[in-house]
């Protein structure tokens, strides 16, 4: 399990982290996700030893990370960046090697990963001459060809085509299935719900909410679909509950945990003949709305 | 995994990339073409000079002959003499160019007449009005009847004993030539392979690629591999350039290049090493600062201008090559590595002055290189406006995290 206990980080006057503390299981798939500035990318660095957190821990399985260990974390930054003049298999086995890979072996992955990233034929290629979506697979398979126990990835979705957005949430969910800790933040939350299990949201360098979908939705008001008849207004004096909005489908309410929902559909039905009355699971879009705005 | 082979990683890839980049091939090629030059053009410029062509015209001057021939011996320059018929036909010949000089003499006694074409050379022209004055001299003194075996002791000159108070080294010229050859090629080298340094570092700064490596490199291999890499590259090249310059030299025969001058070739491959590495640390810095690629000329230029005063001193060491003020600037590492090459090649170095300079060079190194490590460490990552050193020195640091991890609670 890959561990962060109570990272502290200030970059001058900005508190970057304010204590975050998450886990990643072995064999899981977590989503980070947050706003433009609320600490993903130094908490990510700071897991990789890229940037010397204030305070805080690093474990894995139990014990402090050191250079060592990092060997075996698998990488990809926030700002892409490669040797754009050198060959690309060259690259990625030169990047193995860098994380302790035999030469041999180093070439193979290489050799492997371009392969199965559709790159196959293009080893001898510099990396300028590919598209910027081929060079986001050569960054990839940089972060993979170590075969690395943990994998912390900085917006790895960001810049790609459904297609490679495709290819990238199925390597990313065999790498699950083969047993890594795999850390990834995106801005994309219908992919991080889809992808992962376990969401950790950051805001403002604190967690302000983790834990699988299910879990975050019980914390939440429920969204409940109700249509009767052309009336709108009628639910606006209930008490915890709020229409989020109201249209040609008939009202969207919030209901707050702990509403009777059968206090909710005597007032709709006394509004006129109720023709629809459905709670909608929450996406994570709508939870993450709501985590922000409180 | 063992920390040198992470530098050594670094380093490879750094020869590998850039023995395989056009660029740095086209290099060798031209220096190594610019030392094979320089060895055996003044060769084939000697081997190509043609004997001065002299025509001669009247019996008188043809009797000079033999007295000609001898004293162009003496006096090292090539002539070749012809009979012409007449004055005439001598002078068109001149014209055609068939000849360079016409000496007409109708006897001993008369006025010898030159002519050339355009202009007579000095030592051609001493030569042929003393062999003109010593055929007169004997001619007067045969017809007075004193012969000429009596008058010779006599007209000797007198036998002057000359002491040398300050006698040039062997082949002084040379060693001149090559004192301002090592100071350029150093200044040019370490140009060079220092912009090389700066370059690579800005370049894996503003691409990110830095990011990258420092997953699983630490700064300080990072920067020691690069180093590494591109001094040894440079060495290398080098180390060519020298190599077809010692065949050119064996192969051309002109032996213009002392072996003096070709012994100095190790300590000037030493002092490019140690000088290189100096520089380089130094150059990694200011390449970590900048934010981007363009910037790097305006990093470099104050880096760069010690190596610019160091080799114009060595103009002023050519004429005082005993001053102290220049003894004392060959030993300030910035200065030393084009300065002190120079001085060697002049050969005016007392024993104690080499390992006091080694000394010098190395405590400076070991101390540009953990200042220079501590500003690439912080600037590498820092990303924004450029930032000066005093400021990246402050920027929150990778380079100190210990082996047991980030754990600091």
């Known amino acids: 399990m890959l561990e962060v206990l109570d990272l502290h980080h200030r970059f001058g006057d900005v508190l970057a982290l304010d204590g975050v503390t998450l886990a990643v299981g072995e064999g899981e798939l977590v989503g980070l996700v947050g706003r433009n500035g609320a600490g993903k990318t130094t908490a990510m660095r700071a897991i990789m030893g890229i940037l010397q957190p204030d305070e805080g821990t690093v474990r894995w399985r139990g014990d402090p990370v050191g250079d060592s260990e990092r060997l075996r974390f698998g990488y990809m930054p926030e700002e892409r960046g490669l040797y754009a003049q050198m060959r690309i298999g060259d690259q990625v086995a030169y990047f193995a090697r860098l994380h302790g890979v035999e030469r041999r072996a180093a070439t193979q992955a290489a050799t492997r990963w371009l392969t199965r990233l559709g790159l196959g034929g293009r080893a001898q290629d510099l990396l300028v001459t590919l598209s910027h979506g081929n060079q986001q697979r050569v960054q990839l398979a940089v972060a993979l060809a170590h075969d690395p126990l943990a994998l912390v990835l900085d917006e790895p979705f960001a810049g790609l085509d459904p297609e490679a957005v495709d290819s990238l949430s199925e390597v990313l969910r065999e790498q699950g299935a083969d047993g890594r800790s795999i850390l990834f933040s995106s801005h994309q939350l219908e992919l991080v719900e889809r992808i992962c299990r376990r969401v950790v949201v950051l805001d403002a360098g604190q967690v302000i909410a983790a834990g699988t979908l299910a879990e975050l939705r019980e914390r939440f008001p429920a969204q409940l679909r109700v249509r009767v008849g052309s009336s709108t207004d009628w639910a606006s004096r209930l008490d915890g509950v709020t229409v989020l909005r109201s249209d040609e489908d008939g009202v969207l309410l919030l209901v707050d945990p702990g509403v009777d929902s059968q206090a909710i559909l005597r007032a709709a039905q006394k509004a006129g003949p109720v023709e629809r009355f459905a709670f909608e699971s929450a996406g994570l879009i709508d939870l993450y709305r709501q985590m922000i705005s409180r | ?409």
Do not use: C
Request: charged share 15%; no cysteine.
């Open chain 2, 1 to 409: 995994m063992s920390r040198t082979r992470t530098v050594r990683l670094v380093a490879a890839r750094e020869i590998t990339e850039r023995l395989r980049s056009r660029t740095t091939r086209l290099v060798t090629v031209i220096t190594a073409l610019l030392v094979v030059g320089a060895v055996t053009i003044p060769g084939l410029i000697k081997e190509s000079s043609k004997p001065t062509r002299i025509g001669l015209v009247g019996p008188a001057a043809r009797a000079l002959a033999p007295t000609l021939e001898r004293g162009a011996r003496a006096a090292k320059v090539e002539i070749s003499l012809t009979e012409a018929p007449g004055e005439a036909q001598g002078r068109a010949e001149l014209r055609k160019g068939e000849l360079d000089v016409l000496l007409s003499l109708a006897a001993p006694s008369k006025t010898a007449k030159v002519q050339v074409e355009q202009a007579l050379s000095t030592t051609i022209g001493a030569l042929i009005s003393a062999t003109v004055e010593q055929a007169r001299l004997d001619a007067v003194l045969a017809r007075a009847g004193v012969p000429l075996s009596k008058v010779l002791p006599v007209l000797a000159a007198a036998p002057i004993a000359v002491a040398v108070l300050k006698p040039a080294a062997p082949h002084e010229d040379a060693r001149i030539v090559a004192a301002i050859a090592a100071a350029l090629l150093m200044y040019l080298s370490l140009t060079l392979y220092g912009t090389a340094v700066a370059t690579g570092v800005a370049q894996e700064k503003t691409s990110r690629t830095a990011e990258v490596l420092l997953a699983s490199v630490r700064p300080g291999q990072l920067l020691a591999g690069k180093v590494a890499g591109i001094g040894l590259t440079g060495l290398g090249q080098l180390a060519i350039a020298a190599g077809a310059g010692l065949i050119a030299n064996a192969l051309s025969q002109s032996a213009k290049i002392p072996a003096s001058v070709w012994a100095l070739l190790p300590s000037f491959l030493a002092f490019f090493l140690v000088g290189f590495v100096l520089y380089a640390f130094v150059l990694a810095a200011a390449g970590a600062l900048v934010s981007r690629q363009e910037e790097v000329q305006s990093v470099l230029l104050p880096v760069a201008m010690p190596l610019v005063l160091g080799y114009l001193l060595v103009f002023a060491a050519v004429g005082s090559p005993n001053a102290t003020w220049l003894r004392v600037a060959s030993l300030l590492p910035p200065l030393s590595a084009t300065l002190m090459p120079a001085r060697i090649a002049l050969g005016h170095i007392a024993w104690w002055e080499l390992p006091l300079d080694a000394l010098l060079m190395l405590a400076s190194i070991l101390a540009v290189a953990r200042i220079a490590s501590r500003i690439y460490a912080r600037a590498l990552l820092h990303s924004g406006p450029r930032v000066g050193w005093r400021v990246a020195l402050r920027l929150p640091g990778h380079a100190e995290r210990g082996h047991s991890g980030a754990s600091v609670t």
